[in-house]
């Protein structure tokens, strides 16, 4: 069967929207803090997330972390980091008060590389509002916690506010959101051994989604 058809499955669907439940922490912003920080990625209304929390006076900075990853190759004409500042700028964000660090290339890269430009440009940033995909936001945030070298920075986790049924689009389409939520989820439960994440539970009837998702062929991502 067609990946297309297989993804319409009526089990398929809620096994996916199990998952993108999963990864979301549902965090409510209603504080500021000293930066809203952007992992990048392909998908561009992350960007205006982002954006619209900066100029909603959110933080004082915004920061863009992303190189060109398997995902964004030809995608974008330039690295992550710098097509989601052109967005931020069209959309009235002051060029002085963004952060572009365009060499990392996965999520860890993004939190230690994104330190180190911080430190260069003798920043002290005590709290960040984190920007991702929803079904990124969980392991953006076990990454974050383990790999940023301040315990004690305050983090808040967001994406767009999209339900399971209207998150995939033209360029998020729905094979390629469920191979890599499946994905991201088994590294939630392996890259903790790894040192790469803090520990996060996975509930039972999270872990049966996947396993059923990965027979049906959504295997694509895995680690």
């Not at 069967?1 to 998952?19: I, K, R, S, Y």
């Not at 979301?24 to 392909?42: E, V």
């Not at 301040?150 to 689009?169: C, H, Q």
Request: glycine share 4%.
């Amino acid at each position: 069967m067609p990946a297309d058809l297989v993804a319409a499955l009526p089990d398929v669907q809620q096994d996916a929207e199990t998952l993108y439940e999963y990864h979301q922490l549902h965090t409510t912003i209603n504080q500021k803090a000293d930066a809203i920080f952007c992992l990048c990625s392909l998908d561009t209304r992350v960007a205006e997330r982002a954006a619209q929390l900066f100029l909603d006076g959110y933080g004082d900075y915004l920061i863009f972390s992303g190189g060109s990853g398997k995902l964004t190759h030809g995608r974008f004409d330039k690295p992550e980091a710098e097509a989601f500042a052109d967005i931020a700028r069209e959309m009235g964000v002051p060029a002085t008060k963004l952060i572009v660090e365009p060499n990392s290339t996965n999520t860890g890269e993004n939190v230690r590389f994104t330190y180190a430009v911080l430190q260069e440009k003798k920043l002290s940033m005590r709290s960040f509002i984190l920007v991702q995909k929803p079904y990124m936001e969980r392991r953006t945030y076990a990454t974050f916690k383990k790999q940023w070298p301040d315990e004690t920075t305050e983090i808040f986790v967001t994406s767009p506010r999209l339900s399971w049924k209207d998150y995939p689009n033209e360029d998020n389409p729905t094979d390629l959101v469920i191979n890599i939520a499946v994905g991201d989820l088994i590294r939630i439960r392996e890259y903790p051994a790894k040192g790469f994440q803090i520990h996060q539970d996975i509930p039972h009837d999270v872990w049966a989604a996947a396993q059923r998702l990965i027979q049906r062929g959504y295997n694509s991502h895995l680690p």
